[in-house]
């Protein structure tokens, strides 16, 4: 059974930095897409970046841009989503997600695999 898990969430002040972690395993990581989303409370759930399997980033949200950078290490089966200047309302449960061959896709329907989610916390 495929599983993706998130880790490196947590609680930070606004203008302070996280790494998410999204470890692979029973799947053939270098072939797939792996996107990071989130969902903050009340609202629906939204792409933050993405990258395709052959590499080469994808898509940020611009939101984002400039803040958060999305990097895979295929020896470890593991994405990587690094957040700087993180402000509050990027307060959300963040997913990563993995799809087979994809093109680094920013709507989630086209990923074939989901992590359980990690919270991150933003304060003022």
């Known amino acids: 059974q495929v599983q993706l898990v998130e880790s490196g969430g947590g609680l930070v002040q606004a203008g302070g930095s996280l790494r998410l972690s999204c470890a692979a395993s029973r799947l053939t990581f270098n072939r797939y897409a792996t996107g990071w989303f989130r969902q903050a409370p009340g609202k629906e759930r939204e792409s933050v970046a993405a990258?395709?399997?052959?590499?080469?980033?994808?898509y940020y949200a611009d939101s984002v841009k400039g803040r958060f950078t999305i990097s895979r290490d295929n020896a470890k089966n593991t994405v990587y989503l690094q957040m700087n200047s993180l402000k509050p309302e990027d307060t959300a449960v963040y997913y990563c997600a993995a799809a087979r061959y994809g093109s680094g896709s920013s709507r989630d329907n086209e990923y074939d695999y989901w992590g359980q989610g990690t919270q991150v916390t933003v304060s003022s």
């Open positions: 990258i395709r399997w052959s590499g080469g980033i994808t």
